[in-house]
């Protein structure tokens, strides 16, 4: 089936310690999301690609980045995690042909900062 | 900016009753989704409405699109306890959705 893959489920770092979260998706579609979601919030959109082009949100911090090496891969990098970093991280996808259908989403990465 | 408020922000029902989920904006959306999350998983589209004044129903839930496209509300009729989970509406928004501040509902057997 086509889906949105997220590893690990559960990640846990410590302080300072940079980890990398991946996404893939076997949909084929142009873009793709991040979002960080704290406990009963909304999901609050980090940055996205449509294709190769970057989008960063005007509020998302420097220590988060990420990298598209294909249509198929995402990865977010947090550079030195702190304790308000720990939080679900969800990856979604959309393709702008497919108007109506909205975004698809991956099950998320847990992340623990000790 | 632009914004989605959702009330109620908390909802604990018994099985059996009725509810109804508000999502309002000051902004003009072109199409509006609504998401159920459950715990430890992604949100899931439930469906999108796109036409000032639409309604749509999905077995037990009824979405409404406000005619001005601004706002819109979901109603569940006889709740279950599967129906459990984080609702979010999300309006689009060139490329991004701008999500609601969500409302989370806990429907008791």
């Known amino acids: 089936d086509a889906m949105v893959i997220q590893n690990p489920r559960y990640q846990v770092t410590q302080f300072g310690k940079p980890v990398t979260l991946s996404c893939s998706q076997t949909?084929?579609?142009?873009?793709m999301y991040w979002y960080q979601q704290k406990s009963s919030q909304a999901p609050k959109l980090l940055f996205h690609?449509?294709?190769?082009?970057?989008?960063n949100e005007a509020d998302t911090p420097d220590n988060f980045q990420s990298r598209r090496p294909n249509t198929s891969f995402c990865f977010l990098d947090i550079r030195s995690p702190g304790l308000g970093d720990a939080a679900m991280y969800l990856c979604a996808t959309s393709s702008p042909g497919l108007a109506g259908v909205g975004q698809f989403f991956g099950p998320g990465t847990r992340l623990t900062v000790l | 900016t632009q914004l989605l408020e959702q009330s109620p922000q908390f909802l604990s029902i018994q099985e059996g009753e009725n509810l109804t989920v508000y999502c309002n904006s000051s902004s003009v959306f072109s199409s509006l989704q609504w998401y159920r999350q459950e715990p430890g998983e992604g949100p899931v589209l439930l469906v999108t409405?796109?036409?000032?004044?639409e309604v749509k129903k999905l077995k037990r839930l009824t979405f409404q699109f406000g005619d001005a496209r601004k706002d819109s509300s979901l109603h569940i009729t006889a709740a279950q306890p599967g129906d459990t989970g984080l609702y979010l509406c999300a309006g689009d928004s060139t490329d991004k959705l701008i999500f609601g501040t969500g409302t989370r509902l806990q429907v008791f057997p």
């Open positions: 690609y449509y294709d190769k082009d970057f989008n």
């Open positions: 949909l084929n579609h142009n873009v």
């Open positions: 409405v796109v036409t000032g004044g």
